[in-house]
């Protein structure tokens, strides 16, 4: 095997790394932590000038996935913030295969110029992991479609350009079969985002859609063909666009408060710091596989799942033992006089929790792992 | 240049080879024939003719040249079949020893994993019942010793064949200072990570072949979400470890000057990578072996059933260099820099 990056992506990987040096501020992780918005427009805005953004997008410029995995796992170590960044390439990716011309020239320059976010409007109120049963009508009335229902989970409504929408076209067919994926200006009326305040400080959202009308032009990937549209989605995401080595940047400041503060001298200390780097260095190389598997032409749609359900559980274990070595100070958060590094410790026992759950939880991700992996019969 | 995580075509042809070969000539009952002494000299003398003993070592003194990657691919099977050989110590102890009757496998090299006391005895060295020639650290010298192997050690969890060896009794020869054990002790570890991702990986094969037969309640247990999300968890963990090992392979192959730079999640230091791959394939080896055992019910802890074999090595083999603690201090060290004082 060979774990070299080509001297192509190295000097890619250095590019992003001078970038995120300049624009990844402590102003910038401060506005994220205090607004609760994970997206950086100056990052994005700078990515997008750079041409990188449609370098990375698959389908458009080079789509390598090493690179991609190179430029989010960059981010992420950098605790930059970048949902925004990875949900705006994914459909830039999905728009470019599936859409029209006129789809395309629509929409993917105002997302590849890092001007455009996305938001996703897939879950319900009553449908999370059995996202299939969406009830969230999409109706013909002549030329137009009328839209109604609502949606949970809308990160980033508040902001986004766009949103991709998935709603039931056709109640006669199989629940999978009966969906039409929608992509439309979120300024379109009728549409009302309620924010939602969750434990890991990034704020999500309800959204409404009363009589939401558009035409042919917001299909995406045809009538009834919405099921094969997210999927799409799910294959450009490849598993590779972050959400994998979340631990990096908080061992990282734990790190410097511990020795600052004398802590990091006890020998549990240090076997549990230990552990956690090995953690996340498997949490790569399992990135970094499925980002080879793409790159080589193949789906790892699988890889994607086994990678999660450990990239996750590592990061929530050195969340847990941080804040527990920290003590009192664990407990305390960014500002705070004493914090435990300078509150990353409390933030992150907050905000791992939530990894488990989003994108696809770890229970699901097992069962396609015992099903399609193990080939041990369905259990639902 | 780039990223390449498959096999070669010559680690394929390897895999091919070996998995076969160990597979028809050391099913489980060899390894149980071979308990308690843990060591079977036909099945030693059948690698010996695939030239498996010479093949790390270079083509100068006849061996086979092979590259650490190779020799994980081989490690890995060596696992997987819980064969009653010490090829990994005989691999390892080679980094250093180039003479003909080891390369060719005639007699068995050991590796005297940690240093002699102040006496001079190397204890509990793996593979030391049955080695011909100990390599190890006496005092600040690195030293080999030819001496006859006792062809008995103490019963153990693991079915090895251990043994004290004295570092001072025999044909000793100094081979440099203590540093230059190092390079043993690293391929060691490489190694010996290689083959608890193997005994992980059948372990998990044992236990899902089971649970897919095994039917309760009139259906497989297999079909049982509890029972299945606890073996979903194995192949990431085994495929971890096999990435894990192979990179530290490579780094130890191909990198001179790697990085350390945990802080950046940037390692490509070899020895640093061996000690980490050898930590994750022993708790991926521990929890493999646990579930499958545990999912056997009572037949998991019966003598009968195979899996108990793999539990026991699991904990033998990721436990003879140490407690698992120690050496993930002497990892923190390098990490992070040692405490001061």
Redesign the interface.
């Known amino acids: 095997?060979?774990?070299?990056?080509?001297?192509e992506?190295v000097e890619f990987r250095d590019e992003i790394r001078s970038i995120i040096g300049e624009f990844v501020t402590q102003e910038v992780t401060d506005r994220m932590h205090s607004t609760g918005v994970f997206d950086a427009p100056e990052l994005n805005l700078e990515l997008g000038r750079r041409g990188i953004l449609e370098r990375a997008c698959p389908g458009l410029g080079k789509g390598d996935p090493?690179e991609m995995y190179v430029m989010f796992?960059e981010l992420e170590?950098a605790g930059a913030p970048y949902d925004g960044l990875a949900v705006a390439l994914m459909i830039a990716a999905v728009v470019n295969k599936l859409g029209t011309e006129e789809q395309k020239e629509r929409i993917i320059p105002s997302i590849i110029s890092g001007e455009a976010l996305v938001c996703m409007g897939y879950s319900e109120a009553d449908f999370g992991s059995d996202v299939a049963s969406i009830k969230t009508r999409a109706v013909k009335d002549g030329d137009e479609w009328v839209i109604n229902g609502s949606k949970m989970w809308t990160t980033l409504a508040q902001v986004a350009e766009w949103l991709i929408l998935l709603t039931r076209t056709d109640l006669d067919l199989p629940k999978h079969k009966g969906l039409t994926m929608f992509i439309l200006p979120m300024n379109t009326p009728g549409i009302t985002v309620e924010p939602v305040h969750t434990l890991g400080t990034e704020i999500t959202n309800a959204t409404w859609y009363d009589d939401v009308r558009v035409g042919d032009e917001a299909v995406l990937g045809g009538e009834n063909n919405g099921w094969r549209t997210m999927t799409t989605v799910l294959a450009f995401e490849r598993g590779v666009m972050g959400g994998t080595?979340a631990g990096?940047p908080l061992?990282?400041h734990f790190?410097e408060w511990a020795v600052a503060n004398g802590v990091?001298?006890a020998?549990t200390t240090?076997?549990r710091?230990?552990?956690s780097?090995?953690d996340?260095?498997?949490?790569?190389?399992?990135t970094?596989?499925s980002?080879?598997i793409a790159?080589?032409g193949g789906m790892p749609g699988l890889e994607g799942s086994?990678?999660k359900?450990?990239a996750v559980e590592a990061y929530q274990r050195a969340s847990r033992w941080t804040q527990a070595t920290a003590g009192p100070a664990g407990l305390l958060q960014f500002h705070e006089e004493g914090a435990a590094a300078e509150g990353f410790v409390e933030y992150d026992a907050r905000h791992s929790p939530v990894m488990s759950i989003y994108g696809g939880t770890t229970?699901i991700?097992?069962?396609n792992?015992?099903?399609r992996?193990?080939?041990?019969?369905?259990?639902? | 240049?780039?990223?390449?995580?498959?096999?070669s075509p010559d680690q394929e042809s390897i895999a091919e080879l070996f998995n076969g070969f160990f597979t028809n000539e050391a099913p489980p009952a060899v390894a149980r024939a071979a308990e308690p002494l843990g060591f079977d000299r036909d099945l030693w003398n059948k690698v010996v003719e695939l030239g498996a003993p010479g093949m790390g070592s270079s083509v100068d003194v006849g061996g086979g040249g092979a590259s650490l990657?190779d020799l994980v691919v081989v490690a890995e099977t060596v696992g997987r079949s819980i064969a009653p050989i010490p090829l990994i110590d005989h691999l390892a102890a080679l980094s250093l020893l180039t003479d003909e009757d080891l390369v060719s496998g005639e007699s068995l090299a050991a590796v005297a994993v940690r240093p002699a006391d102040i006496n001079g005895e190397w204890a509990l060295v793996p593979a030391g019942a049955v080695a011909d020639v100990v390599v190890g650290i006496d005092g600040d010298e690195t030293v080999v010793v030819r001496s006859t192997p006792p062809m008995e050690g103490p019963r153990n969890h693991g079915s090895m064949p251990m043994a004290d060896r004295s570092a001072r009794d025999g044909n000793r020869i100094v081979l440099g200072s203590s540093t230059i054990f190092d390079a043993v002790l690293d391929r060691w570890k490489l190694l010996t990570a290689a083959a608890l991702v193997g005994i992980a990986d059948a372990a998990m094969n044992l236990g899902?072949a089971y649970?897919?037969e095994r039917e309760q309640f009139g259906?497989?247990v297999?079909?049982?979400?509890a029972v299945?999300?606890g073996?979903?968890?194995l192949?990431?963990?085994i495929?971890?470890?096999r990435?894990?090992t192979?990179?530290a392979?490579?780094?130890l192959d191909?990198i001179t000057d790697g990085l350390i730079d945990?802080?950046?999640?940037d390692?490509?230091d070899g020895p640093t990578?061996a000690t980490?791959a050898l930590?994750?394939a022993a708790d991926a080896a521990v929890m493999a072996t646990d579930r499958s055992l545990h999912y056997h019910g009572g037949y998991g802890f019966a003598e009968e059933y195979d899996i108990q074999m793999y539990y026991r090595r699991a904990r033998g083999w990721s436990l003879i260099l140490d407690d698992p603690?120690t050496v993930?201090?002497s990892?923190?060290d390098r990490?992070?820099g040692t405490?001061?004082g």
């Open positions: 095997m060979d774990f070299s990056l080509s001297p992506v090493i796992n170590k080595n990096v061992l990282r790190h990091f001298d020998p240090r076997e710091m230990a552990r780097v090995i996340m260095q498997v949490a790569t190389l399992l970094m596989r980002a080879w790159a080589s086994m990678t359900v450990f229970e991700n097992r069962n792992i015992a099903e992996h193990l080939g041990l019969p369905k259990s639902r | 240049m780039s990223v390449d995580l498959g096999l990657g899902v649970v897919k259906v497989p297999g079909s049982f979400q299945q999300h073996l979903a968890d192949p990431v963990a495929d971890g470890g990435l894990l192979h990179k392979a490579w780094a191909t945990w802080a950046k999640n390692i490509t990578l980490m930590l994750f603690t993930s201090l990892l923190a990490l992070f405490v001061e």
